[in-house]
C-alpha cells in the first residue's frame, strides 16, 4: 500500500514538473504585424505621456521603422538593434529573436517586436526585421 502511495505521489511531481517546464520554456510565437509607427514617434509619445502610451503599446506588437544608431549584442548573446529617435537619450531598443541577425548602422529598417514599455528608450523583445 505505502509503495502504491508513493509511486502515485512521484507520479503527480513528475507530471507536474512537465507541464511547468514546458510552459516555462516553450518557444515564444513569433509576432505578426502589428501597430506602425516610426521610432521617433512612438518615443514622442512616451515622453509625453507613459501611461496612456503604455495603455497603446504595452505588450502589443509593433512595426517600428528608423534608422540604425547601433547594432549591439546583450548579456545573453541577443543581438540588439538601437533606432534612431531624434533623442539620443531615449532611442528605440529591439532585442531580437534570431541571434544571427545581420544589420548595419545608418540602415533603414523595419522592426516587428513585442513592446515592453519605456526605460531611457522604448523596449522591444522577440524582434524580426520585415
Given amino acids: 500500500m505505502f509503495k502504491k502511495i508513493l509511486v502515485a505521489i512521484l507520479l503527480l511531481i513528475v507530471i507536474g514538473g512537465s507541464v511547468v ?3 516555462v520554456f516553450k518557444p515564444h510565437p513569433k509576432p505578426k504585424n502589428g501597430l506602425q509607427i516610426t521610432s521617433e514617434n512612438l518615443n514622442k509619445e512616451y515622453s509625453a505621456d507613459e501611461k496612456t ?3 497603446k503599446y504595452l505588450n502589443k ?3 517600428v521603422s528608423g534608422m540604425i544608431s547601433g547594432v549591439t549584442s546583450n548579456q545573453d548573446g541577443n543581438v540588439v538593434i538601437t533606432l534612431e529617435s ?5 532611442e528605440t531598443q529591439c532585442t531580437m529573436a534570431d541571434k ?3 544589420a548595419a548602422k ?3 529598417i523595419t522592426v516587428v517586436g513585442f513592446c515592453k514599455g519605456n526605460n531611457m528608450g522604448v523596449v522591444l523583445t522577440d ?3 520585415k
Avoid: S, V
Avoid at 531624434?86 to 531615449?90: L, N, R, S
Fill in 100 to 102: 544571427n541577425t545581420k
Fill in 53 to 55: 502610451a503604455n495603455g
Fill in 21 to 23: 517546464a514546458y510552459k
Fill in 61 to 63: 506588437t509593433l512595426e
Fill in 127 to 129: 524582434c524580426f526585421i
Fill in 106 to 108: 545608418g540602415q533603414n
Fill in 86 to 90: 531624434g533623442d539620443p537619450m531615449a
